[in-house]
């Protein structure tokens, strides 16, 4: 008997107050029950501010930071992206743009209504780059998740060996 190994999801989202913390490890324990093993970048990177604060040196912590969420989204196997808040982060749409230009399952949470106008999109780069589509509660994304999880459409072609080897 095989053991087949969890597959990663990884979570970009806001992580500058506490209600977008919270937020973040509810949607990391539901995307557990999914089966799925995360990195959440407030987690498992560190939180800038507060690694300046104990007195690390801030150029140093950026550069630390930014080296492991491109990795981490290199060797994701599946990217999903809060979109809350009156603009999606920009930190997050970064990672986003990477996960897509990777082939990377990209997968969208958006429980904010404001939008600009009302018409409930995003700007059309965020939008398209979403092959898997924006859920609007953490069920419909746990759900999206297991079905495609279950269709056993994950290519291998999905892992970027080095990101460091495009530099």
């Not at 089966?35 to 104990?54: C, H």
């Not at 969420?69 to 990672?95: K, N, S």
């Amino acid at each position: 008997m095989t053991i087949e190994a969890r597959r990663r999801a990884y979570v970009a989202a806001p992580l500058f107050n506490d209600a977008e913390k919270t937020f973040n490890l509810l949607l990391d324990a539901r995307l557990h029950t999914a089966s799925l093993d995360t990195y959440l970048p407030q987690r498992d990177g560190g939180e800038g501010a507060e690694m300046v604060r104990r007195g690390l040196d801030e150029a140093t912590v950026s550069r630390e930071l930014f080296d492991k969420d491109v990795a981490a989204v290199a060797a994701c196997d599946l990217f999903v992206i809060v979109l809350d808040g009156r603009v999606p982060d920009e930190g997050a749409c970064v990672e986003l743009g990477l996960a897509h230009a990777w082939n990377k399952p990209c997968f969208g949470l958006q429980t904010d209504s404001r939008r600009f106008g009302g018409t409930g999109t995003n700007n059309l780069m965020i939008d398209h780059a979403l092959d898997h589509g924006i859920s609007h509660t953490l069920d419909e994304l746990v759900t999206a998740v297991t079905v495609f999880l279950g269709s056993n459409t994950l290519a291998q072609g999905h892992r970027v060996p080095d990101p460091s080897a495009t530099r």
